[in-house]
């Protein structure tokens, strides 16, 4: 079992920025494959970024790619996402999740938090 915190949303003017912060609990993380999505109203769950406990290797979508950055921290158990450049089309429920395969697929991913509101204003 595997529990997962985010935090770190909030309201932000286009242009700004924000760093997304979650934090894992629970069973050894070193062959999981840690990602973030986002929800925004009336749109399925989309894929943000992934990336992996063990090689630290990371993938992008391409609608944030150059602007988000992902990363970890072992020795803490946590995953970060930060988010530059933000556009009012980032306004979404960010979520963390973890997988036990290299995948961007929402199913594959077998536990998530509870998620936090980023809102960007023009």
């Known amino acids: 079992q595997v529990q997962l915190v985010e935090s770190g949303g909030g309201l932000v003017q286009a242009g700004g920025s924000l760093r997304l912060s979650c934090a894992a609990s629970?069973?050894?993380?070193?062959?999981?494959?840690m990602g973030w999505f986002r929800q925004a109203p009336g749109k399925e769950r989309e894929f943000v970024a992934r990336i992996s406990w063990s090689a630290g290797s990371t993938y992008y979508a391409d609608s944030v790619k150059g602007r988000f950055l992902i990363s970890r921290d072992n020795a803490k158990n946590t995953v970060s996402l930060q988010m530059n450049s933000l556009k009012p089309e980032d306004t979404a429920v960010y979520y963390c999740?973890?997988?036990?395969?290299?995948?961007?697929?929402?199913?594959?991913?077998?536990?998530w938090g509870q998620g936090t509101q980023v809102t960007v204003s023009s």
């Open positions: 629970g069973r050894t993380f070193s062959t999981y494959i």
């Open positions: 999740a973890a997988a036990w395969e290299v995948t961007t697929t929402p199913n594959r991913y077998h536990y």
